[in-house]
């Protein structure tokens, strides 16, 4: 197939009806055909759609997190006093990590991957630090661990920022690293080398960035250097204000908080994703709006660790752009993002209908499409919308499902997101390949043979 036609197609004027949508061989778009007639081979079902819209960004994983998940809701003991909190799940990460072989990364990203594009995300953006072997030293290949994930999306078909973590100190003030952080250990030369190493992995479905890890792991000094090397227009993303000590911690060593003082460095602008930044002042909320930088939410993982609630409405009035990420995959959907964006919202302000403007009031309509631009600038990629030159990243909702009977086009996004937890995604196609069909990964009987075969070892450490 190089064409599908879509009875309504969520194009960037909004819902269009009898749209077709062609792609060239190397999987962008290339002619988008208004007010088109169902040809008589069309027919088939696999040839048309009645409703189609961009595939979602996911701007912000770690994949290796996914075998982790479930694993850590027990209450702690002892050292901790029962009081757990996102440090004590750090604690357990680190251990787990030092685990993970090359094969077994690669395993993991594939199922997760394989889950991601099931619900409706085509792309990631993969916040990668596990760099190094188990004893701390470099594989023979340096880059081996992030060729292993860049192998997993191109075997189950997802688009992918690579974005390599520069991980140097245990804290403000430029700490050493714990003996546990050891897989993670890099410095800016290191890191170049790295993203040198996988230049040639670069194409239409992969990009190559970088992140520094926060500002606790890399100091501005080094962040000034490491942008200054990178190759323009690629990605840049940080970890940044996710938890209150963070902030507090920010304050005692430099007499600024951690958005206050990535920003006064003036290195920040549309490269830049800022994940969580969940602990803001209205200055920084401005600051974030102004610089043109993405505020990277993770809904799931930021309620699963307890780390609070990001300003939504002030930034949203301020301009503000912002995607979303699975993070720690505690969920995989995208649905689920959005929808505990919004709730968190309502349970935080006590009222309804929060992620809205005057000229868009629909919640689901204004909350997809704005992760849906948000999550395309963060990657680096041309994503997130039906238009010539974009890639043709589709998702297909599942016409025969009763939430979507007799449904009008305005009503689409409100109910795919607002209404049950079933998996509307019926058929979704990257770059023009079609991955899922009938809601399932086409490789997902091995994909998930391969995943058991990595967990049972995992888990009988």
Not at 276 to 292: D, F, P, R, W, Y
Request: net charge negative; aromatic share 8%.
């Amino acid at each position: 197939m190089t064409s599908l036609y879509a009875h309504h197609a969520l194009l960037p004027q909004g819902w269009t009806s009898n749209v077709r949508l062609h792609w060239d061989e190397n999987g962008d778009l290339s002619q988008i055909e208004l007010d088109a007639a169902l040809q008589a081979h069309e027919h088939e079902y696999e040839q048309q759609a009645q409703w189609v819209l961009p595939g979602m960004s996911n701007l912000h994983s770690h994949a290796f997190q996914r075998a982790m998940a479930g694993m850590t809701e027990m209450a702690s003991e002892g050292k901790y006093n029962g009081k757990d909190s996102f440090w004590t799940w750090r604690d357990l990460m680190y251990r787990y990590a030092l685990h993970i072989t090359p094969e077994q990364i690669q395993a993991i990203a594939a199922q997760l991957y394989a889950e991601c594009l099931r619900h409706g995300y085509t792309s990631v953006c993969e916040f990668h630090y596990l760099h190094r072997n188990q004893d701390g030293d470099f594989y023979a290949r340096p880059a081996e661990m992030a060729e292993r994930v860049i192998a997993a999306a191109a075997q189950t078909g997802m688009g992918i920022s690579m974005l390599p973590v520069l991980y140097s100190y245990a804290d403000f003030g430029e700490l050493a690293l714990r003996h546990d952080q050891r897989r993670f250990s890099s410095n800016v030369a290191e890191i170049m080398q790295l993203i040198e190493a996988l230049e040639g992995k670069r194409s239409a479905q992969v990009e190559v960035g970088v992140a520094p890890h926060s500002l606790r792991a890399a100091s501005i000094s080094q962040i000034r250097e490491l942008v200054a090397a990178l190759p323009a227009e690629r990605p840049i993303h940080i970890h940044i204000a996710e938890q209150q000590k963070e902030v507090d911690a920010c304050i005692a060593y430099a007499g600024k908080r951690p958005v206050e003082l990535l920003l006064d460095s003036g290195l920040v602008d549309q490269r830049w994703c800022l994940v969580h930044a969940t602990h803001l002042n209205k200055v920084e909320v401005q600051g974030i709006a102004a610089s043109g930088a993405v505020a990277g939410i993770c809904t799931t993982t930021e309620g699963n660790l307890g780390d609070g609630f990001f300003d939504l409405p002030d930034y949203i009035a301020a301009g503000g752009r912002f995607g979303i990420g699975s993070d720690s995959h505690v969920s995989q959907s995208p649905v689920e993002e959005l929808r505990w964006l919004e709730y968190g919202q309502r349970l935080r302000l006590q009222g309804r209908n929060i992620a809205s403007l005057p000229a868009q009031r629909k919640v689901g309509d204004f909350l997809y499409q704005a992760a849906l631009q948000g999550g395309a600038q963060a990657s680096g990629r041309k994503l997130g919308q039906l238009t010539v030159g974009y890639r043709a990243d589709m998702v297909v909702l599942d016409e025969d499902h009763p939430n979507l009977a007799g449904i009008h086009s305005a009503d689409v996004l409100n109910t795919w997101i607002f209404a049950g937890n079933d998996n509307l995604v019926r058929d979704v196609y990257v770059g023009g390949r079609q991955v899922v069909a009938n809601g399932r990964h086409g490789q997902q009987t091995e994909i998930q043979a391969a995943y058991k075969n990595c967990m049972e070892k995992l888990r009988s450490l």
